[in-house]
């Protein structure tokens, strides 16, 4: 066999490039967990933020900003706020993290760095890599419990701020799946304030199963809110309710006003962005509603 | 706790696969549905080996005493030892025999023991040389012992022998003179597969020809199945031993068996993804398989051999146990058992194996076409308990190229067996009853076997027996990538592919047959049910 033939079956057989598979009848034998985790300590390095800056001023913003509409908002909140932080958001696509990453200003851009899912993004050394360089990533370990947390709080107590999707993967429909308490429960073991982000239109313009955006430049909407600060005595689980609140209000306030959020959320009116129950085709139906590209009226309009 | 061996049915998410095939390997695809047998992992080692040495030495098995208790001053002491067969490929220094061996002589010298020998247990094997030697002993036993009281077993010294008598089964139990009248022989053996140990090492180790046709012949051989089943009913081959190692017992040879059994990392880290499972080699282990392919593939056979020659086992001991012979055997068994059992459902239709480059009689040598018969049909087809992998009546298609090779020096009977007797007859009945004792007797072989590092005139006889079994069972043979001519001698059939090979085997096993590829080494033991 010439060494063509040899390469090209070893391609296809070993998929390179592509995430290795395990033999169905595998599967119950697969290697036990534990094995050697990707290093990421050199993506935080000087060098490596300088080149991430870089991409992200140079490579990866023009390019978001050429194939979606980006509208940022609130990013004023950031002003005056001590690192290091736990950005939450909504997460409904692989755009968010983009989003998120290049429309951070230089300084927080800097030292901020992205939980990744260790089984997704660190499974070929190209997507480890590319994920540790554009997002300063550390793997997050989903299916170890409390465990998968352990790096966080090291970069937190490091001083790097973190993006987390509390949701741990994708929503499949566009709406805000349930919490899980690894964000609040960081926030509160480190005593550091959560910002919440609100993304819409992600889904839409890039929802799970794409890999790039749809043609069209769909309008997308990133809002920063007002940091939330552990209190005394909270628990996790009421943490973590706040800032699934102050998520909603975000949302509301982005596709109403800011006036109107207000007083919904006063009389405990916000729309719930956890979607509508029944069918999923109901749900999915629902969330890929288009955002709208004008995005809300002017109070003056 | 490291995971079990299990069956892989091929699917489309499966990668190829690697196929030992001599010097080298290839990676294969297999048709869907394909049943793939892959060993258990490694178990881990015994972390203080000494400790585990002594302890076996202090607290034997079965009704035997502690060792330093058998010692005395004046006594007659006889240490044997496996020889280069096992284990495959050779471990890394120090070998187990060294250390074992170290505490042994330490115990014998705080007793006064004087008179020390120690005997590589060839039996009809080639004689190791002294390099070899030393390599296994280890330089401290070898400066004190050797040549003199370190020698290799001489099966044709007729005045060193000692005719024991005769089992009830009519067997002549005849071994080495020394060993059977010293005041207690130590035997410090290597298991590597099933059927080494127990009775086995002495009665065969040390035994003469007139001993071993007992039960090295075809009748007996057609009834082990397998030899690697060393249950009494299931192997013949066994049972004969047995019958003689108790006879050796009952005669008053007093042996002290001490067993050691090896884990299954069997390839060093420069050929770690020989030890792995496809699906899990990652961008390294792939680089290196292609690196390693390429190489042996691109390298003049002298080159290549030299490669094969360096590469050493990093194996690590899982159990040692000494005492009584029948005690420890079956506790090495069980040993064994842990590290290589792989349960299977039913037979299939068609077997298929991959010959690695090494069987137990071409360490630092040549694996000649007939070895390559024995390494399939003997050895692996013989890797099973209670039913063979494959149907009686099917087809066992082997990856080998089956160079027309020889070692001038190891094996000069196998030439003459290839030239001369495969030339005339396959079958297994008819080469035994006609050339068999010719060969067996014939003084140019006994002298190369007793001067020289020649297998034993008969030996290539045993190979071509160690294969009848499956050769029996097998109603069609066909090595894929053999050399036409020297396959065409052993009387098999060759193809380019595996696909032609399935084509060709259409006529015995139907268009879709039920394949089962066994994918070692590592090796491991089928249990079929």
Not at chain 1, 49 to 78: C, S, Y
Not at chain 2, 22 to 47: A, C, H, N, S, W
Not at chain 2, 254 to 266: H, M, W
């Amino acid at each position: 066999m010439g060494m063509r033939t040899e390469l090209k079956e070893m391609a296809s057989g070993f998929r390179w490039g592509r995430r290795p598979l395990v033999p169905r009848s595998a599967e119950p034998h697969a290697e036990p967990r534990g094995e050697r985790a990707f290093p990421t300590a050199w993506a935080r390095t000087t060098a490596a933020i300088a080149a991430r800056q870089t991409i992200l001023k140079f490579g990866m913003k023009p390019l978001l900003w050429n194939e979606v509409t980006p509208r940022v908002h609130g990013l004023d909140n950031l002003k005056g706020l001590q690192g290091p932080v736990l950005f939450v958001s909504n997460h409904t696509s692989h755009l968010d993290a983009t989003l998120i990453m290049t429309t951070l200003p230089d300084e927080w851009q800097a030292r901020t760095a992205v939980g990744a899912a260790k089984d997704y993004f660190f499974d070929v050394w190209w997507r480890q890599t590319f994920t540790a360089l554009i997002y300063g990533a550390f793997p997050i370990d989903r299916a170890a419990g409390k465990g998968a947390t352990t790096m966080a709080r090291e970069l937190l107590d490091d001083g790097w701020s973190l993006v987390v999707f509390p949701e741990g993967a994708r929503s499949p429909d566009g709406h805000q799946q349930r919490f899980r308490h690894g964000a609040s429960r960081l926030s509160i073991e480190s005593g550091v304030p959560v910002v919440p982000i609100a993304i819409r239109g992600a889904y839409q313009a890039m929802p799970k199963g794409r890999n790039w955006p749809r043609p069209g430049r769909p309008p997308v909407s990133i809002r920063y809110g007002r940091p939330v600060f552990p209190q005394d005595e909270e628990t996790h689980q009421e943490l973590s309710l706040r800032m699934q609140r102050s998520i909603a209000e975000l949302h509301d306030e982005d596709a109403n006003t800011w006036w109107v959020a207000l007083h919904r959320a006063e009389r405990g009116e916000t729309p719930s962005i956890s979607g509508p129950t029944g069918a999923a085709w109901r749900r999915r139906w629902d969330g890929s509603r288009p955002i709208g590209r004008r995005g809300p009226g002017r109070t003056w309009e | 706790m490291p995971r079990p061996g299990f069956v892989l049915d091929v699917d489309e998410r499966t990668p190829p696969l690697l196929v030992h095939q001599g010097e080298g390997f290839r990676m294969q695809k297999f048709p869907l549905g394909t049943r793939v047998v892959y060993p258990p992992d490694p178990l881990p080692g015994i972390r203080d080996v000494h400790a585990a040495i002594e302890h076996a030495l202090q607290h034997p098995m079965g009704d035997s005493e502690p060792l330093p208790e058998l010692l005395r001053a004046g006594m007659k002491l006889t240490i044997a030892i496996d020889d280069i067969s096992i284990p495959l490929p050779p471990m890394t220094t120090p070998d187990i025999r060294q250390r074992i061996l170290e505490h042994v002589i330490e115990m014998a010298a705080r007793s006064g023991v004087e008179d020390v020998q120690l005997i590589v247990a060839t039996a009809l094997h080639r004689r190791m040389n002294a390099s070899e030697i030393k390599r296994m002993v280890g330089e401290r036993v070898y400066r004190s012992f050797y040549p003199n009281d370190l020698t290799n077993f001489d099966a044709e010294d007729h005045d060193a022998l000692a005719h024991i008598g005769k089992t009830d089964h009519g067997e002549d139990v005849e071994i080495s003179r020394r060993a059977a009248e010293s005041d207690l022989i130590v035997y410090v053996n290597v298991n590597l597969v099933a059927m080494d140990g127990g009775h086995k090492s002495v009665a065969v180790g040390l035994a003469s020809y007139r001993s071993l046709k007992h039960h090295h012949n075809v009748e007996t051989m057609l009834h082990s199945t397998s030899y690697m089943d060393p249950r009494e009913g299931h192997s013949a081959i066994n049972d004969s031993t047995v019958r003689m190692g108790r006879l050796l017992r009952d005669s008053g040879v007093k042996i002290f068996q001490i067993e050691t059994t090896v884990n299954s990392e069997t390839f060093p880290k420069s050929l770690g993804f020989l030890n792995k499972r496809e699906w899990e080699w990652g961008a390294y282990d792939q680089g290196l398989m292609m690196a390693a392919k390429r190489g042996v593939e691109l390298s003049p056979p002298r080159m290549r051999r030299e490669f094969y020659r360096r590469v050493e086992a990093p194996y690590r001991i899982t159990g040692v146990n000494a005492g009584e012979v029948e005690a420890v055997h079956e506790r090495t068994l069980a040993n064994l058992h842990r590290q290589q059992l792989v349960e299977v459902q039913g037979q299939s239709d068609v077997l298929i194996l991959g010959l690695p480059y090494l069987g137990p009689y071409n360490v630092n040598s040549i694996l000649n076409p007939i070895l390559v018969h024995c390494l399939g049909l003997g050895y692996l087809f013989n890797m099973y308990r209670n039913r063979p992998l494959v149907r009686q009546g099917g087809a066992v298609i082997m990856f080998h190229p089956v160079p027309w090779e020889f070692h001038q020096i190891h094996h000069p009977s196998y030439i003459d067996f290839f030239e001369e007797v495969l030339a005339e007859t396959t079958d297994p009945k008819t080469i035994e009853s006609k050339f068999e004792e010719r060969y067996a007797t014939d003084p140019w072989y006994t002298h190369l076997y007793r001067t020289s590092h020649a297998y034993h005139g008969v030996h290539p006889f045993y190979m071509w027996y160690w294969g009848a079994h499956g050769r029996d069972h097998a109603g069609d043979v066909i090595f894929v990538g053999g050399e036409p001519k020297s396959v065409a001698r052993l009387g098999y059939r060759r193809a380019d592919s595996l696909r032609d090979a399935l084509e060709m085997a259409k006529d015995t096993v139907g268009s879709s047959p039920s394949i089962t590829y066994f994918h070692a080494p590592p090796v491991m033991i089928a249990d079929v049910h």
